[in-house]
Nanobody
Framework: QVQLVESGGGLVQPGGSLRLSCVASRSVVNSIGWFRQTPGKEREGVSCISSRGGITRYLDSVKGRFTISRDNAKNTVYLQMNSLKLEDTAVYYC?????????????????WGQGTQVTVSS
């Protein structure tokens, strides 16, 4: 099965930017979503992009600040995060998903990565 690896997280001040990358072990024809999780809370869908990039979805709280894109030639999905807020702090994961509202993760065993930590702090 496909394996996905996230990177690009880090520590940033409020208002700052980060770009997350999700690299797949092989080409992926599925929609890919970005999810985030904080301790004690369920994983929530942040953004999703269809196989060819024609459909995108965003969590209401990130609309206008986050942009998802994909480069299928590189088997990579990106999440550009601008105007970051304290409440964006979380571990971010990417995975196969259904681009609906809310975004639905497809839990393929072994496909999800370890996530990348995003910390927004002054």
């Amino acid at each position: 099965q496909v394996q996905l690896v996230e990177s690009g997280g880090g520590l940033v001040q409020p208002g700052g930017s980060l770009r997350l990358s999700c690299v797949a072990s092989r080409s992926v024809v599925n929609s890919i979503g970005w999810f985030r999780q904080t301790p004690g809370k369920e994983r929530e869908g942040v953004s999703c992009i269809s196989s060819r990039g024609g459909i995108t979805r965003y969590l209401d709280s990130v609309k206008g600040r986050f942009t998802i894109s994909r480069d299928n030639a590189k088997n990579t999905v990106y999440l550009q995060m601008n105007s970051l807020k304290l409440e964006d702090t979380a571990v971010y994961y990417c995975g196969v998903a259904v681009c609906e509202s809310p975004i639905v993760p497809i839990m393929i065993p072994g496909s999800w990565g370890q996530g990348t930590q995003v910390t927004v702090s002054s």
